[in-house]
């Protein structure tokens, strides 16, 4: 996965995405599918419906958007060999937040005006990168 495919995910693709890095698997139920890792969290959607429309269950981890969910994959990477840097940039256009997740054999970094999607974003680069 390119850094411009992760940049154009949208918030609900990321979390997806994340959850299948965190060990979250698709399972088959009738004419449902689910995407579960600890019991309690699910993503339905119909068999052969690709989308990311309706159904979203709230238990999935808001990692984008939620600090506590983003250190998480923190712990993660770190488990795999990542140290991580997050800065601060503030200016008149407001604050910018760089995540790098990096290891002697590479370094993959994100940018946003939200720490917890720059640490989603870079955290998906690194994950990928390692399992390519």
């Given at each position: ?38 019991r309690p969290f699910r993503w339905h959607r119909a068999v052969g419906d690709e989308s990311l429309g309706e159904g979203w269950d709230a238990n999935i981890p808001d ?70």
């Open positions: 996965m390119t850094k411009d495919e992760v940049m154009a995910m949208t918030d609900k693709a990321l979390q997806i995405k994340t959850a299948e890095l965190m060990g979250a698997q698709w399972y088959t139920y009738g004419k449902v599918r689910s995407l579960e890792f600890w990692y984008p958007n939620d600090f506590a969910a983003a250190i998480d994959l923190v712990e993660r990477a770190i488990d795999n060999g990542f140290m991580m840097k997050l800065k601060a940039w503030s200016g008149s256009l407001g604050t910018v937040w760089d995540c790098t997740f990096d290891r002697s054999d590479m370094d993959v970094n994100d940018s946003d005006e939200k720490a917890p999607r720059a640490i989603t974003r870079a955290f998906i680069l690194a994950m990928e990168t390692i399992n390519a």
